[in-house]
């Protein structure tokens, strides 16, 4: 009497494979879902009485970065990550001549660039349900500290003490009359804008700081622009409404812009190549100039012609030696223009690195993805002629990123991201079988 086939014994091939898969899997989680939530962790550890200065911060990116080099480890490489690699291989050389020229070590722009790059290459690895369920997860982590912030505010506060934290972790003192327990500057001051429909102070949810949840807000759209034919009625009225959610109680005319232009160009975009954002840069700069160019009393005043007058000064006040070497003296003078920003950090070859970056590595094929492109880029040039650092914080730029590296799979534009190296592989693959 026969029984039933037996299965063979999996190959020692196949086991590493599954092996590979389910650690990738592990990294793959860790590093999409802790970006945008470490911090408030940590906060709501330190309003419990434990400190968590800024080295925890330090260790918890690094460690975040560290597990993104070991996902891509993991699967082996990919014809695509030449963009990455050649960015962090530029970040570095830059990193270290900016070292020795000003005899100290400044991370910052090679932090800024491995963020990107990182989150690029994990998003050419992983599946798009994978990046949609992460983005279901977040928006609704976001939606419940939201509606918590706005219903009461004490207890939010109590939750995570945001004051505290960023003086903890960023040394930012408080104001003398600041007694609510938020950061100051999301207490906004008399006559600035709002759509008069939340009296409160401006929202944060859980980036604890008033400018990354409107940040947060324009990568949920460029999300959206990409992936709305996929995704179902739930996640589409949630990303949604949250969005609206979070530009009337955060009351930012820059995102309310974006989201107006982005939202528009779901239906324009496609048309357009993806390698036309390279425009995109030059024209913000030249309009910027021509605007503010017969302006002389707007400097520094709470309107966009105020906020434009100070990219322009900086960049005019710039020496050439600035332009081709960098300035680490005036970093900290920079953080209200991103372009100023990646000057002064890194040199104007660094902008440039960047500029070539985003035109270039997104990919372009389909509608999807140059609705991805385009969004990108409007959100990065134009959110740079009003701030420095935002479009740089981990807290959304990981997200952003990973969107725009994990377009590669939409609607078969995946040429090309297969792991290379085929024959090697295989001849593995055949080795580990014989054996």
Known sequence: MYGLPVAEP?????????WRAQRFTTCFWVVAILPSTYN??????????????????????????????????????RKHDMGPILLIFFASIQMTLTSLLFETIYPDFFRNMAIIAAFTAVGYRSSPDSVRLVFRYISLIVFVFLLIELIYLPAYVSIFQPALYLQASRGIEEFSLNETGLF????????????????????????????????FASVLLIFLLGNWTHIGRFDRSLHTVLIVLIILSNNSRTSSALLAINALGYFIYP?????????????????????????TDALGSDDILGRLSITVAHLMNLSVADFLMGSQGMVARSYDSGYVYLIVSSSIWGLLAFWAYVTFVPADRTAEQRRVHWGLAVYA????????????????????????GNMVFASGGSDGNRPIGGRR???RRQKYEGS
């Open 271 to 295: 048309y357009f190549s993806g390698r036309l954002t390279a425009a995109i840069m030059p024209f913000c700069l030249a309009m910027a100039f021509i605007l503010v160019g017969p302006v």
């Open 10 to 18: 999996a190959s020692r091939w196949t086991r590493l494979k599954a």
């Open 425 to 427: 592989w295989e001849s």
């Open 184 to 215: 100051a500057n999301a207490l906004g001051f008399k006559d600035r804008f709002s759509f008069g429909i939340f009296s409160g102070p401006r929202t944060s949810s859980i980036f604890l700081e008033q400018v990354s949840l409107p940040g």
């Open 40 to 77: 408030a962790i940590l906060a709501a550890i330190n309003a419990q009485g434990i400190s968590t200065p800024r080295s925890l911060a330090v260790v918890a990116e690094a460690g975040i970065l560290a597990l993104c080099l070991v996902a891509c480890v993991l699967t082996g490489g």
């Open 381 to 404: 040039y134009l959110w740079m002629m009003i701030g420095g650092t935002a479009i740089f914080t981990m807290k959304t730029a990981a997200l952003l990123w990973l969107v725009v």
